[in-house]
């Protein structure tokens, strides 16, 4: 696929690729999913609209993994699991979000530093498709005073969830040290060069699918790993990581971008 396929139909994310990715690169990294039933897919959903108002990509997710992701940790502090959200709605007396707006899909949680912020859908920000849409992090109740900026980790669910598969199945493993991270600069036209570089390697699209934002590329003869992601609010520069199942491939890859690194960040 070109780059310019890719940024006008993006490859979605669906469960089933995420489940096959997950156990073709750690197998067993699977086991403990729990789905959320229909039921409470349907309480979750009423105060939205019901049901057609989640985006799709998220009924899949709950539908999947919704009641528990086993030892799958997606959130650093806090959870996604739709029984605490469910739990989380019934706390009384408490201002909420305008709910045709915003649906959290993951909690906070209270730490030594405080309260931790939540994870929202921006319900009015769909995707053309209409699969995704875009998340914000914010405190609850920064968002009901419309106080402060809402943080944007990633532009979609879509997006979120490629990143933290790829980090914690294959970045994140044994010895953790081997992944190498690279800053490629600020300019916009550096994803579009990584991505055609990296495809003339052998490289290609893996059961993530991806969107022009973050693109997980394979190269299954040599057992690697790239992930791109490009600039954005919080993180101004294309960033670039790499992980290969054996070292020697490791190494030959990296000697590859140490040495293309000026041409990759178009210096």
Same mark, same amino acid.
């Given at each position: 696929?070109?780059? &310019?396929?890719?940024?006008?139909?993006?490859?979605?994310? *669906?469960?089933?690729?995420?489940? %096959?990715?997950?156990?073709?690169?750690?197998?067993?990294?699977?086991?403990?999913?729990?789905? %959320?039933? %229909?039921?409470?897919?349907?309480? $979750?959903?009423?105060?939205?609209?019901?049901?057609?108002?989640?985006?799709?990509?998220?009924?899949?997710?709950?539908?999947?993994?919704?009641? &528990?992701?086993?030892?799958?940790?997606?959130?650093?502090?806090?959870?996604?699991?739709?029984?605490?959200?469910?739990?989380?709605?019934?706390?009384?007396?408490?201002?909420?979000?305008? *709910?045709?707006?915003?649906?959290?899909?993951?909690?906070?949680?209270?730490?030594?530093?405080?309260?931790?912020?939540?994870?929202?859908?921006?319900?009015?920000?769909?995707?053309?498709?209409?699969?995704? %849409?875009?998340?914000?992090?914010?405190?609850? !109740?920064?968002?009901?005073?419309?106080?402060?900026?809402?943080?944007?980790?990633? =532009?979609?669910?879509?997006?979120? $969830?490629?990143? /933290?598969?790829?980090?914690?199945?294959?970045?994140?493993?044994? =010895?953790?040290?081997? #992944?190498?991270?690279?800053?490629?600069?600020?300019?916009?036209?550096?994803?579009?060069?990584?991505?055609?570089?990296?495809?003339?390697?052998?490289?290609?699209? #893996?059961?993530?699918?991806?969107? &022009? *934002?973050?693109?997980?590329?394979?190269?299954? !003869?040599?057992?690697?790993?790239?992930?791109?992601?490009?600039? &954005?609010?919080?993180?101004?520069?294309?960033? $670039? !990581?790499?992980?290969?199942?054996?070292?020697?491939?490791?190494? $030959?890859?990296?000697? /590859? /971008?140490?040495?293309?690194?000026?041409?990759?960040?178009?210096?």
């Amino acid at each position: 696929m070109t780059w &310019s396929k890719l940024f006008e139909a993006p490859p979605p994310l *669906s469960m089933t690729g995420l489940l %096959a990715f997950m156990e073709r690169w750690k197998p067993g990294s699977t086991q403990g999913f729990e789905p %959320a039933t %229909a039921d409470q897919i349907a309480a $979750l959903a009423r105060p939205h609209g019901g049901i057609d108002a989640l985006p799709r990509v998220y009924r899949e997710f709950l539908a999947t993994m919704g009641a &528990s992701t086993g030892s799958l940790r997606l959130t650093y502090y806090g959870t996604t699991s739709i029984l605490a959200l469910l739990k989380d709605r019934e706390a009384p007396q408490r201002e909420r979000p305008d *709910s045709r707006r915003y649906l959290k899909f993951a909690i906070g949680e209270d730490d030594y530093n405080g309260r931790h912020p939540d994870d929202f859908f921006e319900l009015s920000r769909s995707t053309p498709d209409g699969r995704d %849409a875009a998340i914000i992090r914010i405190h609850e !109740e920064d968002l009901v005073r419309g106080k402060g900026a809402a943080e944007q980790p990633f =532009p979609t669910f879509s997006d979120w $969830l490629r990143t /933290i598969i790829v980090s914690r199945v294959v970045f994140d493993t044994d =010895p953790e040290k081997q #992944t190498q991270y690279y800053s490629l600069g600020p300019k916009p036209e550096t994803p579009a060069k990584a991505y055609e570089f990296f495809t003339r390697l052998g490289f290609s699209l #893996t059961e993530l699918g991806a969107s &022009s *934002s973050v693109i997980p590329l394979e190269h299954q !003869e040599r057992g690697a790993i790239i992930l791109i992601s490009a600039p &954005s609010a919080s993180i101004p520069r294309t960033g $670039l !990581e790499l992980r290969a199942r054996d070292k020697a491939q490791q190494l $030959l890859f990296e000697e /590859i /971008i140490n040495d293309h690194e000026d041409e990759l960040s178009g210096g």
